[in-house]
């Protein structure tokens, strides 16, 4: 067993080294694109106007009422094939990009990831105490100021751990790449299983990774989440944690 | 300590019998095929056995010049049929496997579905010819195959320059080659075939030759005989080699895969 992990290791490690990168890849920018995607959809969703609030509403509810694998599915082979029956389009320079998958991957992720963000960040946004808002009214401040000033600080002190845990969860979401030929980590883990038979050697390997990215992921956002609730130590030490968001 | 006795006791009279007849031997012989693997093997509507490996051991019997039953046999019992001696040879697509040489023996193989590359008409691949991988032929190409096959890991293993895009069904690269995105896609020519044939294929075909190196693809299929009968395997070897040199074996073939060479190496 043992020799047979370094026999592994030793012999796919390009294979499991380019499938961590890509992973990484895969994760950072669905998580950077997703959540400034979610910032407005956010605040769209938290309108009192029905008419506003109704297209981000639809698109959350889609996205987080539909199974991934079934989006990545819809986008790479249904909306892949109707861009691929254009007439002319295999011809166009813009047909390098389109037939890659890793376009049409990454923008499930995007949109996935906005989704269940925006959703979480519609809690932490209504979950802004009142009284602070009557305050920032009393001062006279217009309300994109007060969104910027005093909402979206209180939203992320509120909404980090939730926050947190959906970055975890969009780690392990882009394993499903691997299914539109994408060649991350699990990806990778398969590839050597078809080689060498030995499914606990690579998938213990390709889980020690996603293991060590969770831990070092975790440690940096507990300290972001430090640095965002650096005031309450200062300035309300006996009043407690505020009220996580529920999401 | 039983078995072991029993093993080579059973051998020591395999051996003696086997030297006893030899020069007697194969005037007749029975031959077994499973029936029930079209069409390759199966029935008629009357129950009689037809299909390529039928024909293939009438052909097979008529150029040794011995007289041949063929008689029906379950998969599952092939190999102890064979061992019990209720017939002699068994034409059924059994692949050639170091697992079933531990039991039986096996004549060169008769048949072999070769790999081949399927792309839009009028593309044409080369990069597999006369036991040479030729390096460059893929150059430039995405090309899609079903994961953990035969096939992808030939491409890998000899292709690393490549884009190649591993799906996890042979019918996803398929989607995929129609829709454009990838250019080619490299699979067993049995399964190509009848998609090539389809509407779906309408436009694709085979765009290189057909090719089954056994480095990657395994040694095909063979005549399973017991291991004592070595001068079977020799009048059966002999034969083949004189059904493919004479042509007959290549007019069963197109009898029945007009566009795969069963016999590619």
């Known amino acids: ?247 | 300590m039983k078995n072991w006795i029993k093993v080579a006791s059973a051998a020591a009279v395999g051996i003696a019998l086997s030297a006893s007849v030899a020069s007697a031997a194969w005037d007749k012989v029975v031959v077994a095929t499973e029936g029930a693997y079209p069409p390759f093997n199966m029935m008629d509507d009357n129950g009689n056995l037809i299909g390529f490996d039928v024909d293939f051991a009438v052909k097979l019997c008529e150029t040794a010049k011995i007289e041949c039953e063929i008689v029906a046999q379950d998969w599952d019992g092939m190999i102890p049929g064979l061992l019990a001696k209720k017939y002699d040879a068994i034409i059924a697509q059994m692949s050639i496997t170091e697992e079933r040489k531990r039991s039986i023996d096996f004549s060169d193989y008769y048949s072999n579905t070769p790999a081949v590359f399927v792309g839009k008409d009028g593309m044409s691949i080369t990069a597999y010819k006369d036991g040479e991988v030729i390096e460059d032929a893929l150059d430039g190409m995405v090309i899609g195959v079903q994961r953990s096959t035969t096939h992808a890991n030939f491409l890998e293993d000899n292709f690393p320059g490549i884009e190649i895009r591993m799906y996890g069904t042979q019918d996803e690269a398929l989607l995929d080659l129609t829709a454009g995105r990838v250019d080619a896609t490299l699979a067993d020519s049995g399964t190509l075939e009848a998609w090539v044939n389809s509407d779906e294929g309408n436009g694709y075909g085979f765009v290189s030759n057909q090719f089954a190196p056994s480095q990657w693809f395994g040694e095909g299929a063979g005549i399973g005989i017991r291991k004592e009968d070595q001068d079977l395997k020799e009048i059966f070897n002999k034969a083949l080699a004189e059904m493919l040199a004479n042509g007959s074996y290549e007019e069963l073939n197109k009898k029945y895969f007009p566009a795969i060479d069963l016999h590619p190496n």
């Open chain 1, 1 to 247: 067993m043992f020799e047979d992990l370094l026999y592994v290791l030793g012999k796919y490690d390009t294979w499991l080294w380019r499938g961590f990168l890509l992973t990484i890849e895969l994760l950072v920018i669905s998580v950077t694109l997703g959540t400034l995607l979610a910032i407005p959809l956010a605040v769209a969703r938290v309108s009192k106007k029905v008419w506003i609030q109704a297209l981000p509403f639809a698109f959350i509810y889609v996205f987080r009422g539909t199974p991934l694998i079934g989006q990545l599915f819809m986008m790479y082979y249904g909306v892949g094939q109707l861009i691929a029956n254009i007439d002319g389009i295999q011809d166009h320079w813009t047909w390098t990009y389109l037939r890659d998958p890793y376009w049409y991957c990454l923008l499930t992720f995007v949109l996935n990831t906005a989704a269940y963000v925006a959703e979480i960040m519609r809690g932490g946004i209504q979950n802004v105490p009142n009284g602070e808002l009557e305050a920032a009214r009393a001062c006279g401040m217009s309300p994109s100021t007060t969104y910027r000033r005093i909402i979206f600080p209180r939203m992320w002190q509120m909404i980090w751990p939730a926050y947190t845990n959906d970055v975890i969860f969009t780690l392990k979401a882009t394993s499903l790449a691997s299914t539109v030929t994408m060649m991350e980590l699990t990806g990778a883990a398969r590839k050597i299983v078809a080689r060498t038979a030995l499914p606990y050697e690579a998938f213990i390997s390709a889980g020690v990774i996603y293991l060590i990215i969770v831990y070092t992921l975790t440690f940096g956002f507990k300290g972001i989440e430090r640095y965002l609730r650096r005031s309450e130590k200062r300035k309300e030490p006996k009043s407690g944690k505020p009220k996580a968001a529920s999401a």
